[in-house]
Nanobody, 129 residues
Framework: VQLVESGGGLVQAEGSLRLTCEASGFALGHYAFGWFRQVPGKEREAVSCIISSTTRTYYADSVKGRFTISMDGAGNRVFLHMTSLKSEDTAVYYC???????????????????????WGQGTQVTVST
């Protein structure tokens, strides 16, 4: 199984960017895919998640209304469309996969890093002011 992120880069504040996570080797409908981000010296932070079997989505409060997570029909790619970007969105963004089938019993668990079994290598997003 493999997760490969792309789409990161340098963008001005209030701009938009779309990240893509290419997922290979995952059984369709068995996984949730999340996006996390990390800045140097800080813990990894959950950003968003989508349950592949139900397409239910979750967002961190800090990105609600600005970021949108989605998947393609084949379940091979996960997207994070980021708009109204702020300097505090600057981070390395990671794609992750969790084997949860229809989701978590405790919905808040989507944001727990240890719930995810597979991780990509990350892509840098830098928002300039």
């Amino acid at each position: 199984v493999q997760l490969v992120e792309s789409g990161g880069g340098l963008v001005q504040a209030e701009g938009s960017l779309r990240l893509t996570c290419e997922a290979s080797g995952f059984a369709l409908g068995h996984y949730a895919f999340g996006w996390f981000r990390q800045v140097p010296g800080k813990e990894r932070e959950a950003v968003s998640c989508i349950i592949s079997s139900t397409t239910r989505t979750y967002y961190a409060d800090s990105v609600k209304g600005r970021f949108t997570i989605s998947m393609d029909g084949a379940g091979n790619r996960v997207f994070l469309h980021m708009t109204s970007l702020k300097s505090e969105d600057t981070a390395v963004y990671y794609c992750a996969a969790a084997l949860v089938f229809s989701g978590w019993y405790n919905v808040e668990d989507w944001a727990i890093e240890s719930e995810y079994h597979y991780w990509g290598q990350g892509t840098q997003v830098t928002v300039s002011t």
